[in-house]
């Protein structure tokens, strides 16, 4: 069965940082397009970034410069890195495989002084 699980959000201020983790179960992390994405309360969710089997990465404009995705291949885990976080990146965090699409939870990332 396929499941991803994230963890790591929380409450941040202006210019700090966070760690997402998507625990992968069913498949290998390391054989699938994996992508993050968000969604702001009143928004529609967006994609933020991609990591394809091969390593190669792709951002949003959004994340591009701030946030780095990446994987441990032995944790069957991806990752998303955030720095410089600021307050329009308040929302829940997703992870998705792309191939069934299937999503995640969600993790909120709340980002206030």
């Known amino acids: 069965q396929v499941r991803l699980e994230e963890s790591g959000g929380g409450s941040v201020q202006p210019g700090g940082s966070l760690r997402l983790s998507c625990v992968v179960s069913?498949?290998?992390?390391?054989?699938?397009?994996m992508t993050w994405h968000r969604q702001a309360p009143d928004e529609a969710r967006g994609w933020l970034a991609t990591l394809a089997p091969g390593g190669a990465t792709f951002y949003s404009d959004s994340a591009k410069g701030r946030f780095t995705v990446s994987r441990d291949d032995h944790k069957n885990t991806l990752f998303l890195q955030m720095d410089s976080l600021k307050p329009e990146d308040t929302a829940v965090y997703y992870c998705q495989d792309f191939e069934s699409a299937t999503w995640g939870q969600g993790t909120w990332v709340t980002v206030s002084s």
């Open positions: 069913g498949f290998s992390v390391s054989d699938q397009i």
